[in-house]
C-alpha cells in the first residue's frame, strides 16, 4: 500500500496558513477545524509545519502567553516529509523514530497532502481487515479433500 492510497480515501483537502500570520489566529483555525497540523507555506512552496506539539512546547516555554508571535518562529522547519509512491511499511518506522504525527506528502515542490500517524494506523487496519476476511471466506469454501468417504 503507498501513500497515494491513503490521500485518495482521505480526500484533497489541505489545511495552510502563511508563516508570518499570528500562532493565536493558527491556533484558532486549528481548533474550529478540529485539526492537528497546519502546513506552513510561503509564496506556494512548503516552508515548515505547525502541529499542536509546536504550540503547546511554545505555551509552556513561555509560561502559557502567546505574546504576538508568529507561526515562523515556532513551526518545524524541517518536517519529515513523503512521496505519494512511498510505501506505507516506510512512512511507519519514520513517523515512529522521528515522533511525527503530522507527514506533508511532497511530489517534487509541490505539496500533495499531509497524512497523520492516524491516517496511517487506520490504513494498515483496514487492509488486515480485508485480507481477514479474503482468508476467512477462503476456509469457509475449502474444498473436501478427494477420495474420502
Known amino acids: 500500500m503507498q501513500v497515494s492510497d491513503i490521500l485518495r480515501v482521505k480526500g484533497g483537502t489541505l489545511f495552510t496558513i502563511a508563516p508570518d500570520a499570528l500562532l493565536r489566529d493558527a491556533i484558532e483555525t486549528m481548533s474550529r477545524l478540529d485539526i492537528g497540523s497546519l502546513a506552513v507555506m510561503n509564496r506556494g512552496e512548503l516552508a515548515g509545519m505547525l502541529t499542536f506539539r509546536e504550540v503547546i512546547h511554545t505555551l509552556a516555554k513561555n509560561g502559557c502567553s502567546l505574546t504576538n508571535q508568529k507561526v515562523s518562529t515556532v513551526m518545524d522547519t524541517h518536517p519529515a516529509t513523503?512521496?505519494?509512491?512511498?510505501?506505507?511499511?516506510?512512512?511507519?518506522?519514520?513517523?515512529?523514530?522521528?515522533?511525527?504525527?503530522?507527514?506533508p506528502v511532497m511530489e517534487g515542490a509541490m505539496l500533495m497532502g499531509v497524512i497523520s500517524f492516524y491516517d496511517v494506523a487506520k490504513a494498515v487496519v483496514d487492509s488486515q481487515n480485508f485480507e481477514n476476511q479474503m482468508l476467512k471466506a477462503y476456509i469457509r469454501d475449502w474444498p473436501e479433500e478427494q477420495g474420502k468417504a
Open 82 to 103: 513523503c512521496t505519494p509512491t512511498t510505501d506505507i511499511t516506510e512512512v511507519r518506522p519514520l513517523m515512529l523514530e522521528r515522533h511525527t504525527r503530522y507527514m
